[in-house]
C-alpha cells in the first residue's frame, strides 16, 4: 500500500507570506506527528494528533504555526508570515496508535526554503 | 524534558563494524528506537529496543541498552557503503519522542 506522502516536496516562499504543507498519512493510521528538521539538526517535534483527541501542540515553535486534521486522514501543516529561520525539512509521520511500541512511517518530507 | 546526544559524524571503511553511541536523561524511557535516513528520504525504523532488555541483535545490527548510564548503542557488523546515513537514536514512552541530533555514518571503500 501506499506510505505517507506530503506535498509539495520543495517549497520557496518570499519572507512575510503564508505557506500550507500537506500530509497524507497511510490508511488506517489513527496517530499523526509533524516534526521539523533544520539543517544539520536532529528533529523537533511540532505537533501530534490521536484520533478525535485533542491535539498536542507542545512542541509548535509560535502562534504563527498552526495544524489540522480533517476527518482523522490528511493533515495541514500552515505557517503564517513566514520567517527565514521558518528554512527547513518538515517531516509527517504515521502509526497505528500514540503509544510507545509502534513504529511511525515517515513522509519523504516538505523542504521550505524562506528568501 | 528529555535530552539526547549522539556525536555528529562517523567514519567507517567499508567491512568494519560501525558503533553509532546514543546518551539519553530521561530514566522513565520504555522504548528506545533506532531510525535511518538515506540522503533526500524520511526516516526509516532500524530497530528498537524495550528497556527492560541489555541487548537486541537483528541480523548485522546489535542495540545495546545501558540503564544504568543512559546508554544506548547500535552497532552495525560488516559496514557496506548503503549504510551510509545519518542515524538518529529516539528514545521515549508513550507518543513522546525526542529524537537525537543524528549521527552520519560514511562508510568508506
Known amino acids: 500500500g501506499a506510505g505517507v506522502s506530503q506535498s509539495p516536496s520543495n517549497k520557496v516562499t518570499e519572507k512575510g507570506k503564508d505557506v500550507e504543507l500537506r500530509c497524507d498519512p497511510i490508511?488506517?493510521?489513527?496517530?499523526l506527528y509533524w516534526y521539523r528538521q533544520s539543517l544539520g539538526q536532529g528533529l523537533e517535534f511540532l505537533i501530534y494528533?490521536?484520533?478525535?483527541?485533542?491535539?498536542?501542540k507542545s512542541g509548535l515553535p509560535s502562534d504563527r504555526f498552526s495544524a489540522e486534521r480533517t476527518g482523522g486522514s490528511v493533515s495541514t501543516l500552515t505557517i503564517q508570515r513566514t520567517q527565514q529561520e521558518d528554512s527547513a525539512v518538515y517531516l509527517c509521520a504515521s502509526s497505528l496508535a500514540g503509544t510507545g511500541g509502534y513504529e511511525q512511517y515517515f513522509g519523504p518530507g516538505t523542504r521550505l526554503t524562506v528568501t | 524534558g528529555e535530552d539526547v546526544e549522539q556525536s555528529l559524524f562517523l567514519s567507517v571503511r567499508e567491512g568494519d563494524s560501525s558503533v553509532i553511541n546514543c546518551t539519553y536523561t530521561?530514566?522513565?524511557?520504555?522504548?528506545l528506537y533506532w531510525y535511518k535516513q538515506e540522503p533526500g528520504a524520511g526516516l526509516q525504523l532500524l530497530t528498537y529496543?524495550?528497556?527492560?532488555?541489555d541487548m537486541k541483535q537483528d541480523q548485522r545490527l546489535t542495540v545495546l541498552l545501558n540503564k544504568k548510564d543512559k546508554h544506548l548503542s547500535l552497532r552495525i557488523a560488516d559496514t557496506q557503503t548503503g549504510d551510509s546515513a545519518i542515524y538518529f537514536c529516539?528514545?521515549?514512552?508513550?507518543?513522546?519522542?525526542?529524537f537525537g541530533p543524528g549521527t552520519r555514518l560514511s562508510v568508506l571503500p
Open positions: 490508511s488506517g493510521h489513527t496517530a
Open positions: 529496543i524495550f528497556s527492560n532488555m
Open positions: 494528533f490521536q484520533g478525535n483527541s485533542a491535539p498536542d
Open positions: 529516539a528514545p521515549g514512552q508513550g507518543q513522546n519522542f525526542v
Open positions: 530521561d530514566s522513565s524511557s520504555t522504548y
